[in-house]
T-cell receptor, first 111, second 112 residues
Framework: DAGITQSPRYKITETGRQVTLMCHQT?????MFWYRQDLGHGLRLIYYSAAADITDKGEVPDGYVVSRSKTENFPLTLESATRSQTSVYFC??????????FGPGTRLTVL | GENVEQHPSTLSVQEGDSAVIKCTYS??????FPWYKQELGKRPQLIIDIRSNVGEKKDQRIAVTLNKTAKHFSLHITETQPEDSAVYFCAASMVSGNQFYFGTGTSLTVIP
């Protein structure tokens, strides 16, 4: 589990600000994912990436931007944060469609 | 896309009893079905998974069964212990695909 990290672990920001959540994995996994977790909704996929420079939308991509210039990093940016984006964000990685390994999560509060 | 439904949303059992959580999926092409356990404030972690060429898989007190015809799979926990208390998520994907589809989770409470 130490092979996938997220930063920051906690973040408080204000409506309209840009926020970037970082995700780093050391396994050289091809796939990386961003989920948000809200009560009653489980884990919802925001974006995923099958390889460096390849990204695609998930279930709830609006308001988010991702990039993946290096295999090990997959940052998630909220271009103009809204209160509805208050959530816990999990990054995950996997080699093909096998076991997903989740990062420790980032708890984001938008005031 | 795939739609995974999970029931029940909450489950309370007495310590030592069994717990069963059920999931259904919609896409017959799905062929990989993992289960994750998430303790309070922690990350989800894989506890068991099953592929479509297998009907049942066991690992100590946990087991997963798969019925491809009916498109449902279940998690069975026997001899439950207080440390089994957590939220459990099922998921479905295609090994050749690129997304995992998660159920909405089951909050299991084991009463000592």
């Amino acid at each position: 589990d130490a092979g996938i990290t997220q930063s920051p672990r906690y973040k408080i920001t204000e409506t309209g600000r840009q926020v970037t959540l970082m995700c780093h994995q050391t396994w050289s996994h091809s796939y990386m994912f961003w989920y948000r977790q809200d009560l009653g909704h489980g884990l919802r996929l925001i974006y995923y990436s099958a390889a460096a420079d390849i990204t695609d939308k998930g279930e709830v991509p609006d308001g988010y931007v991702v990039s993946r210039s290096k295999t090990e990093n997959f940052p998630l940016t909220l271009e103009s944060a809204t209160r509805s984006q208050t959530s816990v964000y999990f990054c995950a990685s996997s080699e093909r469609m096998n076991t997903q390994y989740f990062g420790p999560g980032t708890r984001l509060t938008v005031l | 896309g795939e739609n995974v439904e999970q029931h029940p949303s909450t489950l309370s059992v007495q310590e030592g009893d069994s717990a069963v959580i059920k999931c259904t999926y919609s896409d017959s092409a799905s062929n990989y079905f993992p289960w994750y356990k998430q303790e309070l404030g922690k990350r989800p972690q894989l506890i068991i998974d099953i592929r479509s060429n297998v009907g049942e898989k066991k690992d100590q007190r946990i087991a997963v069964t798969l019925n491809k015809t009916a498109k449902h799979f279940s998690l069975h926990i026997t001899e439950t212990q207080p440390e089994d208390s957590a939220v459990y998520f099922c998921a479905a994907s295609m090994v050749s695909g690129n997304q995992f589809y998660f159920g909405t989770g089951t909050s299991l409470t084991v009463i000592p």
